[in-house]
């Protein structure tokens, strides 16, 4: 191999690179204002499609907690043995003996 080989600086390479990432506007101005028409319908058409699947996942997760609470809850039998209550737990220095 020469050295020639991975040159990246030289000006056939930059030529080509830009020209593969830059593309060129139509030099026609009717050409020119078509693939802009066509570049904002694409931006509208994108934009409508996200508004609309945020509002579906909007509309599907309150649909969602409100059929969840709509079901009757099946709460199981309590033992007869438990006392339920609350209680607060109290410092060692509020202890006196």
Do not use: C, I
Not at 24 to 39: D, M, S
């Amino acid at each position: 191999m020469t050295s020639q080989t991975f040159r990246f600086d030289s000006h056939h390479f930059q030529s080509r690179m830009r020209a593969a990432f830059e593309p060129r506007k139509p030099r026609h101005p009717l050409v020119r204002f078509a693939v802009g028409l066509l570049g904002l319908a694409l931006l509208v058409v994108l934009v409508m499609f996200s508004v609309a699947l945020g509002a579906a996942m909007l509309v599907a997760g309150v649909a969602w907690k409100l059929l969840a609470g709509r079901g009757a809850r099946k709460t199981a039998h309590a033992d007869p043995r438990v006392v339920e209550g609350e209680y607060r737990v109290l410092r060692k220095p509020l202890l006196r003996r």
